[in-house]
């Protein structure tokens, strides 16, 4: 039987039912497609100014962008990472999926508490990923692996000596090959944590543009949000990729091709948005059935874990 929303007997209806139609929508499109194209040429160029910023800088030297610059990028940065994090993936990941949501309420959703599950389980795998490169890197190496200070990663200088260690002398050949060396095991590790910092970021950026392009009356107001978000998080980024220690054979596209990852994500998703703005619908019925809707809020559940543990730990 189809449910009727104008004709429903509380005493037989079934509960998801009821959910589903109070919580999923129609789709919201209202128009204004000129300015919601200009919006994608805008987003690409605050993006991708957002996220080259730190590293041009780091690049020319002649513009003497002092330290503290940078530690001010990276750390707001984080800031608005990890308030994505908990604003637009954690409270979202419970109201699709949680166990008063529609989809919570169907089949298998509705047997265990999958949001937090997710979450723990995102958070775990990066953490033993994290083991896991560590114990390669010395393993491989043979060395015990150090974490570089910031500042001396952009100044590239060397640690304070302690009052235990004691004046060798070494070679040219032994320091060059010394320096190599550290060099080659902190770009493994911290390019490692880059990458999947990056990865819950672009995944996330999808349905963003996604649903940006098919917004209604809130699109105005989304836009001037997303403008700060990509910003401040291509920001956030962008000064954690100029910090890493990159060896000379990846430093002429490497860099640049995260640039372009995460500039070009969300413009291109509005894009398709937009190509789809009267078809597509985030939040249907018929969509909170299919694979297209699970696939959405696991992913933003993935992504919650990854860049919160990234930004925090």
Same mark, same amino acid.
């Given at each position: 039987?189809?449910?009727?929303? *104008?004709?429903?007997?509380?005493? =037989?209806?079934?509960?998801?039912?009821?959910?589903?139609?109070? !919580?999923?929508?129609?789709?919201?499109?209202?128009?204004?497609?000129?300015?919601?194209?200009?919006?994608?040429?805008?987003?690409?160029?605050?993006?991708?100014?957002?996220?080259? @910023?730190?590293?041009?800088?780091?690049?020319?030297?002649?513009?003497?962008?002092?330290?503290?610059?940078?530690?001010?990028?990276?750390?707001?940065?984080?800031?608005?990472?990890?308030?994505?994090?908990?604003?637009?993936?954690?409270?979202?990941?419970?109201?699709?999926?949680?166990?008063?949501?529609?989809?919570?309420?169907?089949?298998?959703?509705?047997?265990?508490?999958?949001?937090?599950?997710?979450?723990?389980?995102?958070?775990?795998?990066?953490?033993?990923?994290?083991?896991?490169?560590?114990?390669?890197? &010395?393993?491989?190496?043979?060395?015990?692996?150090?974490?570089? =200070?910031?500042?001396?990663?952009?100044?590239?200088?060397?640690?304070?000596?302690? &009052? =235990? !260690?004691?004046?060798?002398?070494?070679?040219?050949?032994?320091?060059?090959?010394?320096?190599?060396? &550290?060099?080659?095991?902190?770009?493994? !590790?911290? @390019?490692?944590? @880059?990458?999947?910092?990056?990865? +819950?970021?672009?995944?996330?950026?999808?349905?963003?543009?996604?649903?940006?392009?098919?917004?209604?009356?809130?699109?105005?107001?989304?836009?001037?949000?997303?403008?700060?978000? !990509?910003?401040?998080?291509?920001?956030?980024?962008?000064?954690?990729?100029?910090?890493?220690?990159?060896? *000379?054979?990846?430093?002429?596209?490497?860099?640049?091709?995260?640039?372009?990852?995460?500039?070009?994500?969300?413009?291109?998703?509005?894009?398709?948005?937009? +190509?789809?703005?009267? =078809?597509?619908?985030?939040?249907?019925?018929?969509? &909170?059935?299919?694979?297209?809707?699970?696939?959405?809020?696991?992913?933003?559940?993935?992504?919650?874990?990854?860049?919160?543990?990234?930004?925090?730990?």
């Amino acid at each position: 039987m189809t449910f009727d929303p *104008k004709n429903v007997d509380l005493t =037989t209806a079934d509960a998801r039912e009821i959910v589903c139609y109070l !919580q999923l929508g129609e789709n919201e499109y209202n128009g204004h497609l000129p300015a919601r194209v200009s919006a994608v040429f805008v987003m690409l160029v605050v993006s991708a100014l957002g996220v080259a @910023f730190p590293y041009i800088g780091k690049q020319m030297p002649k513009l003497r962008i002092p330290t503290h610059v940078y530690l001010f990028a990276r750390y707001f940065g984080s800031g608005v990472i990890i308030s994505t994090a908990f604003i637009h993936l954690l409270d979202p990941a419970y109201s699709n999926i949680g166990s008063n949501s529609c989809v919570g309420m169907t089949g298998n959703w509705s047997l265990y508490p999958w949001a937090p599950a997710i979450m723990l389980f995102s958070c775990m795998s990066i953490f033993a990923v994290d083991v896991t490169a560590q114990k390669y890197v &010395a393993d491989k190496y043979g060395l015990e692996i150090h974490t570089t =200070t910031i500042e001396n990663m952009i100044t590239k200088s060397a640690p304070p000596a302690t &009052a =235990t !260690q004691t004046a060798v002398p070494r070679t040219d050949e032994e320091s060059s090959s010394e320096y190599y060396m &550290a060099e080659k095991i902190a770009f493994a !590790q911290q @390019f490692a944590a @880059f990458s999947i910092l990056e990865a +819950g970021i672009i995944w996330h950026s999808v349905f963003i543009g996604l649903n940006f392009g098919v917004a209604g009356e809130e699109w105005s107001t989304l836009y001037i949000v997303l403008m700060f978000h !990509q910003a401040f998080e291509g920001l956030g980024i962008g000064a954690r990729l100029s910090m890493i220690p990159m060896p *000379k054979k990846y430093r002429r596209w490497l860099p640049w091709m995260c640039i372009v990852g995460y500039g070009i994500t969300t413009p291109i998703s509005m894009a398709i948005g937009l +190509g789809v703005r009267t =078809t597509y619908n985030s939040g249907g019925y018929e969509a &909170a059935s299919q694979q297209e809707n699970d696939t959405r809020n696991l992913t933003t559940d993935w992504s919650w874990g990854t860049e919160t543990y990234r930004r925090c730990i």
